[in-house]
């Protein structure tokens, strides 16, 4: 049962609430003062807010008691929760912006003659809360000591982990004018620290500065101060010595303290304060040098505390190491002897040892500083040295002799070397060095590329080798020593499977039983992903073992076996395309189903084929190869001129073949090679195709849209392409199977009509005359076969368009090649090497003539073979039987279609070579 009867109110500086009283609430209830049972909830003295049981508390209810008729208690809010902290700001805002309280109970009791009238009841918790149903339940004081949000969290400390959270100055008000020490009184900080241990508040008011969250308080709250000055007993007085010397490490003495920069003005504020309190002046708030120092504290303007020192600490000698930085203060002549203290102060967070020169009469003073270089970058400590008025010495390097005369006695002496660094020349190989504790020289790296579409079969392979070694550290270095986050990617491993791996950076791993060290970095790449295996020389056969088993491994497991995918690594979606869907001739579609029937069938013992896709773009090359995807188990490996961008050709078709041969049975697919096809990728493609490896299983299938610029070299050959396809414009029953399966059951003579308009068109534009038609007739509503007609005038018009563009492509290549023959008759003659090339179009263009003449002379014939037959018809005789007449005109028909493609083919060489004496033209004048 809930009862909200309590506000909160200022009291002698104190935050009292009233919990509940026995004014009728707004429910209409009462509840009477004197039937409180409060034993179980002292045991558990709760603050919640808004009866919200399944949140942490606010806080805790202290000192809860009945008084003058009202159940009163001080409320102490801790600051460990946002919730809580933002509720005690609301509480103890001026003016509040909560101040009401509401408690929680169960009724035991009720009066026998109103039992609105609660007689007896337990107390369970109290919340605030932000409208009370009894309006006296208010808080009565403001403001909570120290000392009781010590014992707030002392008490949630079994709830909920909890701390008062100080940082910074400690403000001058904690101790204000206090007693003063005798002036001459001697301090020693230790000492008196040793007196306050135990007792935050003596420690916080003997020191300067506080840091609750510091390293190790947990162990030792006298951790969380710096800069004591005042006595840890007794009134804690301040002492002047101890001001001075808390003022002299503000400022830098004998290495300063390291307080962040923005507390060091509170700090020196509040140390001022007891300058004046000695009738002293401070010194003023700035940056000294090392000799300034000691002048202050000569003229006991600061002081610093003497450093005592056993007779074991002692040494005599002083040297520079090899791992650290120095700094020099002082001239080491003046001393006798000297002491060392380790991490004695610090600087952004680093060590910095000191180096005390000790005189003669035992007192002793700092004579250096020392960086551990593999804390301070030699910059670093230089800068620190620089600000202190010291002379810097970077750390010693090690040297190693190499040969002292030069080996070519022909140089001049300045190739004589007596001694050089050993110091390695990036910081990647610093860290190996020191990783695998050996010189440059000894460090052995097997380096290895993992190529786009393999990247996930060869990560697993590392993942799965070194999963029994010992990782000790995974980081990512930039070249300069910078360091960022390892970066890590989900890879697919093939189009079902993912699994996460380490792309950028490096893997540190130790193998004791064979007390091997190793490091494996991955860097990315353009086309993939390097990876590198980091020893000793001592274990280079080891190094090449294990990438030779990654190797293996991926040849055993490899995730792309049976996969389709383009050779960047990307996966093909299937796209269902049936045989039914591909409209061919059956003397063009055979060879194809045949092949991947013996592919299915033999799997990676059938003898490998070859196949070329040739003709006009749009006839279904590319829907072929579709096709062969989607109806085959075996691997498939698209390849297209976009997987050139980031390998070069012979290295993208190196991989191709490659990976081919690795996962047959396979489908090695080859787009458009009229777009990269150079001298130097035809040899590639000879030896890949004729067979120096054995390519079992394997059917390599090459498109061309201008088979007259394929090279002889490459086509000509028997064995290299078993079978060479042409995919030509479709014939007229083609034309009407495609119309039919796409646009559906048309009118006849409409069908006609339309077969008839588009002789010439390829599959392609077939394709987007029946889509544009049925976009027509669903935005127009009107009848399929009227849309086409619509379709077919646009598409008319578009072919008609990029038929007058190629026209004025013609016109301007003839006007400049009349342009450069003009100047040709004008005196000016072509180099020697434009008449090589001008010589092979004359030859060309015999070739040209004698196709021309071969079309002429077929046609004729043709011609008069049909007139014959006609006359014959005529004149009643029985003429050639029809099947001859047939078989004559097939034949004829071959010749045109052979010289129709000698033209297409001289037609094509003689425009490279008119371009090539474009871009190589130099003209001469006559002499």
């Keep these: 049962m809930l009862n909200v009867k309590a506000t909160t109110k200022k009291k002698e500086g104190k935050l009292v609430a009233i919990a509940s009283t026995e004014t009728e609430d707004r429910s209409g209830e009462v509840v009477k003062m004197g039937g409180w049972e409060l034993d179980n909830f002292k045991a558990n003295p709760v603050l919640q807010f808004a009866h919200r049981y399944d949140t942490p508390p606010i806080g805790i209810a202290k000192n809860i008691r009945v008084e003058d008729g009202k159940l009163v208690f001080e409320p102490m809010f801790h600051e460990i929760t946002e919730a809580a902290r ?3 700001k609301m509480f103890e805002a001026d003016p509040p912006i909560m101040r009401a309280w509401s408690v929680g109970f169960i009724p035991k009791d009720y009066d026998p003659k109103n039992d609105r009238v609660i007689t007896k009841q337990e107390l369970l918790e109290i919340s605030a809360v932000p409208v009370p149903a009894n309006a006296e339940a208010l808080t009565l004081q403001k403001g909570i000591s120290d000392d009781k949000k010590k014992e707030v969290c002392k008490w949630v400390d079994g709830h909920i982990q909890c701390s008062i959270k100080e940082k910074g100055a ?31 508040d003596k420690l916080k008011k003997m020191h300067a500065w506080v840091d609750s969250e510091a390293e190790g308080f947990d162990e030792d709250e006298r951790k969380w101060y710096k800069l004591p000055h005042h006595r840890g007993s007794g009134s804690q007085a301040v002492v002047w010595k101890g001001v001075a010397a808390a003022m002299g490490a503000l400022l830098g003495a004998r290495g300063g303290v390291d307080l962040p920069s923005k507390d060091r003005k509170g700090v020196y504020d509040h140390l001022k304060k007891h300058y004046k309190q000695f009738d002293k002046d401070a010194p003023e708030f700035k940056q000294y040098t090392c000799n300034e120092l000691n002048n202050m504290i000569d003229k006991g303007i600061i002081m610093i505390e003497e450093e005592k020192f056993d007779e074991s600490e002692m040494f005599i000698d002083l040297k520079p190491y090899e791992n650290e930085h120095s700094c020099r203060l002082q001239s080491p002549d003046k001393y006798k002897k000297f002491a060392r203290k380790n991490c004695y102060a610090k600087s952004d967070g680093k060590c910095i040892d000191f180096i005390f020169g000790i005189k003669e009469d035992g007192k002793s003073e700092v004579q250096s500083m020392r960086y ?9 400590a230089k800068k620190h040295c620089d600000k202190h008025g010291g002379t810097f010495e970077a750390a010693k390097k090690e040297k190693r002799w190499i040969r002292k005369e030069r080996w070519n006695k022909s140089l001049s002496k300045a190739f004589d070397f007596d001694k050089v660094d050993d110091n390695p020349s990036s910081f990647e190989y610093k860290l190996y060095i020191d990783f695998l504790e050996c010189k440059i020289k000894d460090i052995f790296i097997n380096s290895f590329t993992i190529p786009s579409p393999l990247l996930g079969s060869y990560l697993s392979s590392f993942k799965e080798i070194t999963k029994e070694f010992s990782l000790l550290d995974t980081r990512n270095f930039l070249w300069d020593g910078r360091e960022s986050p390892p970066i890590y990617e989900v890879i697919k491993l093939n189009s079902k499977k993912s699994d996460d791996f380490l792309i950028k950076g490096v893997n540190f791993y130790e193998l004791k039983d064979k007390d091997i060290s190793l490091a494996v970095k991955y860097e990315p790449t353009f086309f993939g992903l390097e990876v590198s295996i980091i020893t000793t020389n001592k274990h280079r056969e080891w190094n090449k073992e294990l990438l030779e088993k990654a190797h293996n491994w991926v040849k055993e497991n490899n995730y792309l076996k049976g996969e389709k995918f383009a050779l960047n690594g990307e996966f093909l979606p299937k796209t269902d395309v049936k045989w039914d869907d591909v409209i061919l001739k059956e003397e063009i579609k055979n060879p194809i189903k045949f092949a991947v029937k013996g592919l299915t069938e033999q799997r990676d013992k059938m003898k490998s084929r070859g196949i070329m896709f040739i003709g006009k773009p749009g006839n279904g090359k590319t829907y072929a190869g579709k096709a062969i995807m989607d109806n085959t188990d075996s691997t498939f490996i698209w390849v297209s001129s976009n ?25 090695l697919f080859i787009e458009d090679i009229d777009s990269w096809l150079r001298d130097y990728t035809v040899d ?8 120096i490896r054995e390519n079992k299983g394997m059917v390599t299938i090459l498109t061309s849209n201008f088979p007259e610029k394929m090279p002889d070299a490459l086509i000509d050959r028997p064995g290299r392409f078993h079978d060479i396809l042409e995919f030509e414009n479709p014939n007229k029953d083609d034309r009407k199977e495609m119309i039919k399966k796409w646009a559906g059951e048309m009118n006849e003579e409409e069908m006609k009509d339309i077969i008839k308009e588009t002789e010439g068109f390829s599959g392609a534009y077939l394709r987007e005359l029946v889509d544009f038609a049925k976009m027509i007739a669903e935005d127009e509503g009107i009848e ?11 598409i008319k018009k ?5 038929d007058s563009l190629k026209k004025e492509e013609i016109e301007e290549k003839i006007k400049s090649l009349q342009e450069e023959m003009a100047e040709f008759k004008e005196g000016r003659v072509l180099s020697k090497k ?42 009643g005789g029985e003429g050639k039987p029809k099947s001859k007449v047939a078989e004559v005109a097939q034949a004829i028909t071959k010749d045109e279609k052979m010289a129709v493609r000698a033209l297409q083919k001289t037609s094509g060489e003689i425009s490279q070579i008119l371009n090539k004496i474009k871009k190589n033209r130099k003209w001469t004048k006559k002499t």
């Design 86 to 88: 933002e509720i005690k």
């Design 170 to 200: 400690i403000p001058y008000s904690v101790h204000g004018d206090g007693t003063k020490a005798p002036e001459d009184d001697d301090w020693n900080a230790g000492e008196e620290v040793k007196k306050a241990t135990g007792d935050g």
């Design 372 to 380: 551990n270089k593999d804390e301070w970058t030699e910059a670093e």
């Design 643 to 667: 997987d050139f961008k980031k390998l070069n050709t012979v290295e993208a078709l190196g991989l191709a073949f490659k990976l081919a041969r690795d996962l047959a049975p396979s489908v």
């Design 684 to 691: 590639l493609l000879k030896t890949e195709l004729d067979g």
């Design 784 to 794: 399929m076969s009227e849309a086409m007609r619509k379709s077919l005038e646009k």
């Design 798 to 802: 578009q072919r008609e368009l990029i």
């Design 834 to 875: 434009n008449r090589e090339l001008v010589k092979n179009i004359m030859s060309l263009t015999k070739q040209l003539a004698s196709a021309l003449q071969t079309l002429l002379d077929a046609g004729s014939t043709r011609d008069d073979l049909i007139d014959d037959a006609s006359k014959d018809t005529a004149s």
